[in-house]
Antibody, heavy 119, light 107 residues
Framework: QVQLHESGPGLVKPSETLSLTCRMS????????WNWIRQPAGKGLEYVGR???????NYNPSLRSRVTLSIDKSKNQISLRLDSVTAADTAVYYC?????????????WGQGTLVTVSS | EIVLTQSPATLSLSPGERATLFCRAS??????LAWYQQKPGQAPRLLVY???NRATGVPARFSGSGSGTDFTLTIYSLEPEDFAVYYC??????????FGPGTKVDF
């Protein structure tokens, strides 16, 4: 069973940068498409973006100006960077693997990591 | 942005009953719609994709239907473990993927 594990600071100050990484328990990240989805406490799901095995990335238009996704094959991990954060960015962030053969649907999710933006 | 609306917001049922959940899109998403189940403290789980295809390991009591703007998730004979929040998701407008606000199925 594939397991995904997100990690990073749980607390980020307003206007600073949020950085998270995601590792897969087995296999190579190079073989899959990776996405990030976030969920504020008690609320619904918001799509952040996607990074391809070759490193190409695409983002939710609402976050495009602030977000960067990348894939590091040498470390076998995926990374998220979100600049200029505000309280509205407080959420559980999920690293999500795209379903093989069914693009843009998500069948493997990390347990999520809570990021709080506060001074 | 394609807006997804789910109804009802809450569905109060008992084990053994049938649950019918609705998802409506603000414009056609063809059949590019998925359903997810989320239990408290857990990540969502993919149930159905492309409107009617069950994901691997999903029991047959879960059935998705619809196309265009109107979609339905039916849970035939609720089991105790089915009480959760259900979200629909469209991929027609990628990368502007959106989710519905969710339907809570509870006792």
């Amino acid at each position: 069973q594939v397991q995904l594990h997100e990690s990073g600071p749980g607390l980020v100050k307003p206007s600073e940068t949020l950085s998270l990484t995601c590792r897969m328990s087995a296999g190579s990240v190079s073989n899959y498409f990776w996405n990030w989805i976030r969920q504020p406490a008690g609320k619904g799901l918001e799509y952040v973006g996607r990074v391809s095995p070759n490193g190409d990335s695409n983002y939710n238009p609402s976050l495009r100006s602030r977000v960067t996704l990348s894939i590091d094959k040498s470390k076998n991990q995926i990374s998220l960077r979100l600049d200029s954060v505000t309280a509205a960015d407080t959420a559980v962030y999920y690293c999500v693997r795209e379903k093989v053969g069914a693009r843009y649907y998500f069948d493997y999710w990390g347990q999520g990591t809570l990021v709080t933006v506060s001074s | 942005e394609i807006v997804l609306t789910q109804s009802p917001a809450t569905l109060s049922l008992s084990p053994g009953e049938r649950a019918t959940l609705f998802c409506r899109a603000s414009q056609s998403v063809d059949n590019y719609l998925a359903w997810y189940q989320q239990k408290p403290g857990q990540a969502p789980r993919l149930l159905v994709y492309d409107a009617s295809n069950r994901a691997t390991g999903v029991p047959a009591r879960f059935s998705g239907s619809g196309s265009g703007t109107d979609f339905t998730l039916t849970i035939y004979s609720l089991e105790p473990e089915d009480f959760a929040v259900y979200y629909c998701q469209q991929r027609r407008d990628w990368p502007g993927i959106t989710f519905g606000p969710g339907t809570k199925v509870d006792f």
